[in-house]
Nanobody, 118 residues
Framework: QVQLVESGGGLVQAGDSLRLSCTAS????????IGWFRQAPGKEREVVGR????????YYIDSVRGRFTISRDNAKNTVYLQMNSLKPEDTAVYYC???????????WGQGTQVTVSS
């Protein structure tokens, strides 16, 4: 079992930056791949990006590639989502999730709201 807590969300203007954190407790953090997901009002949840257990491999959806960066510090049990050049369409609740691989996630955080005003 691993528990995840997201933080760092807030209200920003278009073009601003935010860094979200996902901090884990429980089992060995480095055993888990981490995904960042988001869900906007009235829309289905979508993956934003993923990072492998070692941090050596990352994946991003097209709409955030080049603007968002996922990194992890296994010594701090934390994964980060650096979001630059934010757009109003990035407004959503952002969740992190952990799993044995980057294709399957079993544990989820409670989410943090990101609102980007135009």
């Amino acid at each position: 079992q691993v528990q995840l807590v997201e933080s760092g969300g807030g209200l920003v203007q278009a073009g601003d930056s935010l860094r979200l954190s996902c901090t884990a407790s429980g089992r060995t953090f480095s055993n888990y791949a981490i995904g960042w997901f988001r869900q906007a009002p009235g829309k289905e949840r979508e993956v934003v990006g993923r990072i492998s257990r070692s941090g050596g491999t990352t994946y991003y959806i097209d709409s955030v590639r080049g603007r968002f960066t996922i990194s992890r510090d296994n010594a701090k049990n934390t994964v980060y989502l650096q979001m630059n050049s934010l757009k109003p369409e990035d407004t959503a609740v952002y969740y992190c999730a952990a799993g044995a691989s980057t294709l399957s996630f079993n544990y989820w955080g409670q989410g943090t709201q990101v609102t980007v005003s135009s």
